[in-house]
């Protein structure tokens, strides 16, 4: 049986864009910290007391902690009282399944090293029921110790769930000041779990009754935002069909005192309120009506801004008829999935950047300030560029994200497609 214990020596797997900041959390309480990713160039970095992210506070945060040795990183796991698992959970397939096996690789990694007493916290964003998986694939591995989906309460090894539930470009912050949502898969569990998170969280830790709700939990969070961004999204093709000004409506519209709408934009990207749905989707198909029509509204409008700046690039041709395509050039303003971070995951400002760097003639300029080099994967000619020379040199010019840096500085000639509306309010 678990006894409670101080949870001194934690060993976080994961060191992405909410494993690294929550080790170095951790750590800055002086506890010990085992950060680890499948990674050398990441695990290299952090052991420079550097950040591979762009997120406030954190460089500090870890440069003092590695400094201090209350943080190292390595590429294996290492005995510790409590892991905590912050891996990716992405989608594969047309279809959106969730795939589990990074998941799957951390529950093998730390198996190994696992002791009676240990608590096992699964922090990645997951499919109901994953969280109970991760118990059995840990049991399957160690027989020699006993698991609370057979032995509840008297368990060796004590397992919860809970998920991360903050902003990018806020997260150190956030992560101190959000409630948390606990599943245990016992009250044991959850009572760990709760000491646990003790030793930086000052919101509430909030026990759900079980794993599995803990996970709904997070999934209905971005359900719940991506049905209403799609909402904002559909009201602005619907406005532009219209010849409506939609960010003259949805001002107009919010002055009633129980609307509030949000502002559209070019499509939904980043790892959870893009993917989060799909989860649901995945275990409740026929249920999810609503759901996936929020999520299909979202990954179509990627496809409609392009459409928007062919018509821009149309409208260029027709006002200088001596122009060929090919000597247009067109300029990207912005490639993260949300403003001011570094972050291109699931972005819908990439994704269109490369259909249009991958179609159009000419030259295309990207301009990312959070960025020093373009991803690599695949065939496109996109061209990274500072401001001042998209400006300068561009065409037709795309505002896909509306960062710091663009909102006082405005195209003086050319076409302007602007799917945030800071330029064409």
């Known amino acids: 049986m678990a006894s409670e214990r101080d949870y001194s020596r934690i060993c976080v797997i994961g060191l ?4 690294l900041p929550t080790a170095a959390m951790f750590a800055s309480q002086k506890l010990q910290v085992v950060g680890v990713d499948i990674s050398p160039d990441i695990v290299e970095t952090v052991r420079n007391g550097e950040i591979h992210i762009v997120e406030p506070e954190l460089q500090g945060a870890v440069a003092k902690s590695v400094a201090t040795g209350y943080l190292k990183a390595t590429t294996n796991p290492e005995p510790a009282d ?8 992405p989608l594969k397939g047309d279809n959106h399944e969730p795939d589990l096996s990074f998941v799957s690789a951390a529950a093998l990694a730390i198996a190994p090293v696992i002791e009676a007493g240990n608590l096992v916290i699964l922090e990645s964003t997951s499919p109901v029921g994953t969280t109970e998986k991760l118990a059995e694939w840990l049991a399957e591995k160690r027989p020699d110790l006993s698991f609370p989906q057979v032995r509840g309460d008297e368990a060796d090894i004590r397992v919860a769930y809970c998920p991360e539930r903050v902003l990018p470009g806020k997260v150190m912050e956030e992560l101190r000041s ?3 949502v606990i599943g245990g898969m016992t009250s044991a569990c959850s009572r760990a779990a709760v000491q646990l998170y003790g030793a930086f969280v000052e919101g509430e830790c909030v026990i759900a ?7 709904m939990a997070k999934l209905t969070e971005n359900s719940f935002r991506d049905v209403n961004i799609a909402f904002a999204n559909e009201l602005s093709v619907i406005c532009d069909e219209l010849n409506i000004n939609v960010w003259e409506l949805i001002p107009l519209a919010n002055r009633h005192p129980r609307v509030n709408i949000l502002q559209p934009g070019p499509g939904v990207g980043g790892h959870c309120i893009a993917v989060d749905p799909w989860f649901i989707i ?4 026929e249920q999810a009506n609503l759901i996936r029509v929020a999520r299909e509204v979202n990954d179509s409008k990627p496809r409609w801004v392009s459409e928007r700046i062919y018509a821009a690039l149309g409208n260029y041709l027709v006002q200088n008829s001596e122009v060929t395509a090919d000597a247009v050039t067109i300029a990207i303003y912005g490639l993260s999935f949300k403003p001011d971070i570094d972050d291109l995951r699931e972005s819908p400002a990439l994704e269109i950047a490369k259909t249009i760097a991958s179609n159009h003639p000419g030259e295309v300029l990207a ?21 001042d020379d998209a400006l300068r040199k561009a065409d037709v010019h795309v505002l896909l994200v509306d960062h710091k840096e663009f909102k006082n500085s405005r195209p003086s000639q050319g076409e302007i497609v602007d799917t945030r ?3 064409l309010q």
């Open 421 to 423: 509306g800071i330029w």
């Open 209 to 215: 009754s079980s794993p599995r709700v803990a996970e």
């Open 178 to 180: 959000n409630d948390r």
């Open 367 to 387: 301009v990312e300030p959070n960025i020093t080099e373009l991803p690599v994967s695949g065939s496109y000619d996109l061209t990274l560029v500072s401001l």
């Open 16 to 19: 992405g864009y909410i494993g």
């Open 282 to 285: 995945s275990s409740a198909t």
């Open 82 to 89: 409590a892991f905590l698992i912050s891996v990716p959970t």
